[in-house]
């Protein structure tokens, strides 16, 4: 098995930046794809990024596609996200996921594992 936790979340003024992290315990999780995505209340879960297992690839929605990036650590078993020029349609809870194998995917319903999610919000 594999447990995620995110951290980092919090309220940050449009504009600002944010960095999320995502420490994982249990299996390695070395070899598999790590995603991050958000849900807004009332909204279904989106996919905001992924990294390969080796960072030599990455994938992001459109809507944050410059203005986030995602990297991982595979030696500290940890990923981050960080969040920058934050606007005020980004706040949601944001969760990181584990998905079994090498190919990348943006689809919620690819990943294997889920952390608990952390908030975002962001003041006007």
């Known amino acids: 098995q594999v447990q995620l936790v995110e951290s980092g979340g919090g309220l940050v003024q449009a504009g600002g930046s944010l960095r999320l992290s995502c420490a994982t315990s249990?299996?390695?999780?070395?070899?598999?794809?790590m995603g991050w995505f958000r849900q807004a209340p009332g909204k279904e879960r989106e996919f905001v990024a992924a990294?390969?297992?080796?960072?030599?690839?990455?994938d992001y929605a459109d809507s944050v596609k410059g203005r986030f990036t995602i990297s991982r650590d595979n030696a500290k078993n940890t990923n981050s996200l960080l969040m920058n020029s934050l606007k005020p349609e980004d706040p949601a809870v944001y969760y990181c996921?584990?998905?079994?194998?090498?190919?990348?995917?943006?689809?919620?319903?690819?990943?294997?594992?889920w952390g608990q999610g952390t908030q975002v919000t962001v003041s006007s």
């Open positions: 996921a584990a998905k079994y194998g090498s190919g990348r995917s943006t689809t919620v319903y690819d990943y294997d594992y």
């Open positions: 990294i390969s297992w080796n960072s030599g690839n990455t």
């Open positions: 249990g299996r390695t999780v070395s070899t598999y794809v």
